[in-house]
């Protein structure tokens, strides 16, 4: 299971796209996603992603993305949009 930092709050979670369990947000903008695609243990080590959710907890937004990163991340959300991944996900959290 994917670790990722939560976009909102900082708390680390599990699952890019899941809700947090701290604070229950889910990521629905691209922007929102993106983030969150880009800060979990895929592409960062633990000790980044939790100087990235202390960085969320001490100003109340993501840590900014450099310009080439975030021009990669954008490239595999695309990737994830396309692929219909992103679909099923939101589909079942409306059923359950
Ligand atoms: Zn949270």
Same mark, same amino acid.
């Given at each position: 299971?994917?670790?990722? $930092? &939560?976009?909102? &709050?900082?708390?680390?979670?599990?699952?890019?796209?899941?809700? &947090?369990? %701290?604070? /229950?947000?889910? *990521?629905?903008?691209? +922007?929102?996603? #993106? $983030? =969150?695609?880009?800060?979990? !243990?895929?592409?960062?080590?633990?000790?980044?992603?939790? =100087?990235?959710?202390?960085? #969320?907890?001490?100003?109340?937004? *993501? *840590?900014?993305? +450099? *310009? @080439? /990163? @975030?021009?990669?991340?954008?490239?595999?959300? %695309? %990737?994830?949009?396309? =692929?219909?991944?992103? !679909?099923?996900?939101?589909? =079942?959290? %409306?059923?359950?």
């Amino acid at each position: 299971m994917t670790t990722a $930092v &939560c976009f909102q &709050c900082g708390h680390l979670k599990f699952g890019s796209f899941l809700a &947090c369990d %701290e604070c /229950q947000a889910k *990521p629905r903008t691209d +922007d929102e996603l #993106i $983030v =969150s695609l880009a800060m979990s !243990d895929h592409y960062f080590e633990k000790a980044t992603l939790e =100087s990235m959710g202390q960085y #969320i907890k001490e100003h109340g937004h *993501p *840590p900014q993305l +450099d *310009p @080439e /990163q @975030e021009k990669v991340f954008r490239r595999k959300f %695309e %990737e994830v949009k396309a =692929s219909g991944v992103l !679909d099923k996900l939101f589909q =079942s959290n %409306e059923d359950s």
